[in-house]
């Protein structure tokens, strides 16, 4: 199985703030990479699907880069929003496996 | 508007059965692989099982397999989960959601049904 691991566990940040999040999967995956947003007592939502391409609907202050085994979520100026839960998941093989999550709450 | 809506989640005993249920309405269901996917209380997500659009393939996570079936109903635009001998590690939130064809994403999700398995 393909293990995915993110960087940081969680952060604190300011409104307005540049964020930033890992994800590191251990063996290759091409783009096949996908970035949600999930917040307390809600479903997960999809931000970021193939490494870098914005879900329909979703501000533009989220942006993803990377392939192979390292991708970067950049949140490009922090909302109220925004705070919540963001987890990876890779779907290049089965079983589909998610990143244990980046908890962004406010500093 | 697309939307999938979970039911069939309860407290059971372990080794007791469920059978949860997606309602999906606003896309043309048959088009699209589906998914089932979990959370434990206080947890990351975890990918449980999908099956492609005519149901002929279906694949799932090695701690569920011998014991829960994914399975569909395209003229009622309905996706299923048959849980058997339930455990208490089963015990989670899951959630329904369009995708899971390799290379693809998850692109909507239902509001999830909690499943308690305990004694």
């Known amino acids: 199985d393909i293990q995915m691991t993110q960087s940081p566990s969680s952060l604190s940040a300011s409104v307005g703030d540049r964020v930033t999040i890992t994800c590191r999967a251990s063996?290759?995956?091409?783009?096949?990479l996908n970035w949600y947003q999930q917040k307390p007592g809600k479903a997960p939502r999809l931000l970021i699907y193939?490494?870098?391409s914005l879900q329909t609907g979703v501000p533009s202050r989220f942006s993803g880069s990377g392939s192979g085994t390292d991708f970067t979520l950049t949140i490009s100026s922090l909302q109220p929003e925004d705070f919540a839960t963001f987890y990876c998941?890779?779907?290049?093989?089965?079983?589909?496996?998610f990143g244990p999550g980046t908890k962004v709450d406010i500093k | 508007e697309v939307q999938l809506v979970e039911s069939g989640g309860g407290l059971v005993q372990p080794g007791e059965s469920l059978r949860l249920s997606c309602a999906a309405s606003?896309?043309?269901?048959?088009?699209?692989?589906m998914s089932w996917v979990r959370q434990a209380p206080g947890k990351g997500l975890e990918w449980v099982a999908n099956?492609?659009?005519?149901?002929?393939?279906?694949y799932s996570v090695d701690s569920v397999k011998g014991r829960f079936t994914i399975s569909r109903d395209n003229a009622k635009d309905s996706l299923f989960l048959q849980m058997n001998s339930l455990r208490a590690e089963d015990t989670a939130v899951y959630y329904c959601?369009?995708?899971?064809?390799?290379?693809?994403?998850?692109?909507?999700w239902g509001q999830g049904t909690l499943v308690t398995v305990s004694s």
């Open positions: 959601a369009r995708g899971g064809n390799r290379n693809g994403r998850f692109d909507y």
């Open positions: 063996q290759t995956i091409s783009s096949y």
């Open positions: 606003g896309f043309t269901f048959s088009n699209y692989w």
């Open positions: 998941q890779q779907s290049y093989n089965i079983p589909f496996t």
């Open positions: 099956i492609k659009l005519d149901g002929s393939e279906k």
């Open positions: 193939a490494a870098s």
